[in-house]
T-cell receptor, first 110, second 112 residues
Framework: ELKVEQNPLFLSMQEGKNYTIYCNYS?????LYWYRQDPGKSLESLFV?????AVKQEGRLMASLDTKARLSTLHITAAVHDLSATYFC??????????FGTGTRLTIIP | DTEVTQTPKHLVMGMTNKKSLKCEQH?????MYWYKQKAKKPPELMFV???????INESVPSRFSPECPNSSLLNLHLHALQPEDSALYLC???????????FGPGTRLTVT
């Protein structure tokens, strides 16, 4: 079965702290995407990871991909309130569609 | 231009109504998608069009009928919906099915 699992499902963290969201997937893929969704809004593309060892950074967010471990991480550095949102990873398993993780609802507390 | 547009933004319809959702992109993308998203859940794929042909139907009830009139447009025709069909409907497009998907702003549908 093609599955994508994210953890944690919920994350409440203080401003200024660092944390990591994990995305595990069930079978071989080298195409993984991270999206952000604000309440009531659509999905915004954050990162596209297309090869083993890929690392992308934008502001306080950094994403990486380890295809051998079937694992991607989204690292948050020195969190600020604006980063509060739901984050989804999604994997293309080569079957014409994206399989989404369950999402991580991130709340940054002042 | 990396924009996917959707109309309307909000739609309220009765269970006997017929309505349509519209999606448009001008990025030259050849794959287009319809998703349904319930609150606090990930998007669920409904349909995939690739090169204007329906390539995936995820066992969606026939009260939802997709149409791809040309490479830039995607419609979703709605008829005899149920209250449980109330959700955010998202359209997306990508250069090819292997590539990054760009999402439109969505249509918030309420069935009464």
């Amino acid at each position: 079965e093609l599955k994508v699992e994210q953890n944690p499902l919920f994350l409440s963290m203080q401003e200024g702290k660092n944390y990591t969201i994990y995305c595990n997937y069930s079978t071989t893929s080298d195409r993984l995407y991270w999206y952000r969704q604000d309440p009531g809004k659509s999905l915004e593309s954050l990162f596209v990871l297309l090869s083993n060892g890929a690392v992308k950074q934008e502001g306080r967010l950094m994403a990486s991909l380890d295809t051998k471990a079937r694992l991607s991480t989204l690292h948050i550095t020195a969190a600020v309130h604006d980063l509060s949102a739901t984050y989804f990873c999604a994997v293309n398993f080569g079957n014409e569609k994206l399989t989404f993780g369950t999402g991580t609802r991130l709340t940054i507390i002042p | 231009d990396t924009e996917v547009t959707q109309t309307p933004k909000h739609l309220v319809m009765g269970m006997t109504n017929k309505k349509s959702l519209k999606c448009e992109q001008h990025m030259g993308h050849r794959a287009m998608y319809w998703y349904k998203q319930k609150a606090k859940k990930p998007p669920e794929l409904m349909f995939v069009y690739s090169y204007e042909k329906l390539s995936i139907n995820e066992s969606v009830p026939s009260r939802f009928s997709p149409e791809c009139p040309n490479s830039s447009l995607l419609n979703l025709h709605l008829h005899a919906l149920q209250p449980e069909d109330s959700a955010l409907y998202l359209c997306a497009s990508s250069q090819d099915w292997r590539d990054e998907q760009y999402f439109g702003p969505g249509t918030r549908l309420t069935v009464t």
